[in-house]
């Protein structure tokens, strides 16, 4: 005899389902929680580089004082005079997925040769310049990591959640639940066929 419970049968080809599912689906957690661990680590390790941020934003403006500086103290025409001998300055974005979140790295393509400035005053600038904004780029890079793996981390998190409080309890309610209609099954079973023995023994219970 089979039962239905929340439209599944108490049967056990059914039992034995449910408890492979529920196998799978504790499984599926541990790996998430691997995932959620990994994930806290490597935040834990990025939070630290970003709380430089108002060193770089001062070296950055530090040497933007500097530019105003010399600007007033050489001239506009000497630093486009000498700009021209700079090599441009390239870099791509990378996108790749690090266990299914989303990264960006910012890779430099080609550096501007400032050495190749022949004022020292304005080759002094463009080294500061550079300096800060190679160190803002760096910045940039680890802070869009840290928020692609915070949002992942809280996603993530949920799901570990959700299977721990809800999904897994209730498999293993539903586990439970068939094995005891399984049992009664058994015992009216064997109730019933110590029954027929008996009459047809003629012996009354």
Do not use: C, W
Not at 152 to 160: F, P, S
Not at 191 to 200: A, Q
């Amino acid at each position: 005899m089979s039962h239905n419970i929340m439209g599944v049968s108490a049967a056990r080809g059914t039992l034995l389902a449910m408890r492979q599912q529920l196998k799978f689906i504790k499984k599926g957690k541990e790996i998430l929680e691997m995932k959620r661990d990994r994930i806290a680590g490597e935040l834990n390790q990025l939070l630290p580089e970003v709380r430089n941020r108002i060193v770089v934003e001062d070296e950055l403006m530090e040497a933007y004082n500097s530019f105003v500086n010399a600007l007033i103290k050489v001239g506009i025409e000497e630093f486009m005079n000498n700009s021209k001998v700079v090599s441009e300055f390239r870099v791509r974005l990378i996108r790749k997925l690090v266990m299914g979140v989303e990264e960006f790295d910012i890779e430099i393509e080609s550096e501007p040769n400032v050495s190749a400035i022949p004022n020292p005053v304005v080759q002094d600038i463009a080294m500061k310049l550079y300096n800060a904004f190679l160190k803002m780029i760096k910045l940039a890079e680890t802070e869009n990591k840290i928020e692609a793996l915070a949002l992942d981390l809280m996603n993530t998190a949920r799901k570990v959640n959700a299977l721990d409080k809800i999904v897994i309890p209730m498999y293993e309610d539903l586990v439970r639940y068939i094995e005891d209609r399984l049992m009664e099954d058994m015992l009216e079973e064997f109730v019933r066929t110590k029954y027929i023995v008996t009459r047809k023994k003629g012996v009354k219970i």
